[in-house]
């Protein structure tokens, strides 16, 4: 996964940005959905990770393995809070929990300046939060049965990249 971010900065590094600007001053926020979760209870609003979600948490923390994380932010959900923990644990972070309908995208780009920040959301929620980071739509919901798009957003300067990437 290292070529994953060697990657992605690769792209960065390709702007008009010097890398000791995007080293010290850049804000990335990398977005993820939820992984695998159990669909045998179709009542149950707060459902665990299968045992191929619970697999896919622990990938996710391997595949960020080279980046150090300053936050890792989670719904209130058993399903996102198992998909982050695996990354938080290796990183030595809590989990900050959100409402994704309750947040407020100003204050959260204000908190999470010049930081690397994980944000673990849902099909329609972490394309929503994208978004409005982005200032416009341009994400649409993930596709119920894809578990592995990566939306990288880098803020530098009033300038926002951003690109998605799927790991499966």
């Known amino acids: 996964m290292k070529y994953l971010f060697l990657f992605a900065f690769a792209i960065l590094s390709s702007t ?5 600007k995007i080293a010290s001053e850049a804000s990335t926020y990398y977005f ?5 979760k159990d ?3 179709k009542t149950n609003k707060n459902p665990h990770l299968t045992e191929i979600g619970k697999k896919r948490a622990v990938s996710w923390s391997k595949i960020f ?3 150090k994380f300053d936050a890792i932010y989670s719904t209130d959900y058993n399903r996102t809070k198992e998909t982050a923990q695996p990354t938080a644990t290796k990183n030595g972070l809590e ?14 780009l204000n908190d999470t300046e ?4 994980l944000i673990v959301g849902h099909s329609n929620t972490t394309p929503m ?28 300067d009033d300038k926002i990249l951003d690109q998605v990437l799927t790991i499966n």
């Open 95 to 108: 989990l900050t929990i959100y409402h994704p309908y309750k947040l407020d995208t100003k204050t959260f």
């Open 65 to 67: 393995s080279n980046i």
């Open 129 to 156: 939060f994208v978004n409005s980071i982005l200032g416009f739509k341009k994400y649409e919901d993930i596709d119920d049965g894809n578990n592995g798009n990566l939306y990288i957003i880098t803020v530098l």
């Open 114 to 117: 010049n930081k690397t920040v």
């Open 39 to 41: 669909r045998t209870d």
């Open 32 to 36: 993820i959905r939820h992984a695998e």
């Open 16 to 20: 008009t940005f010097s890398q000791e």
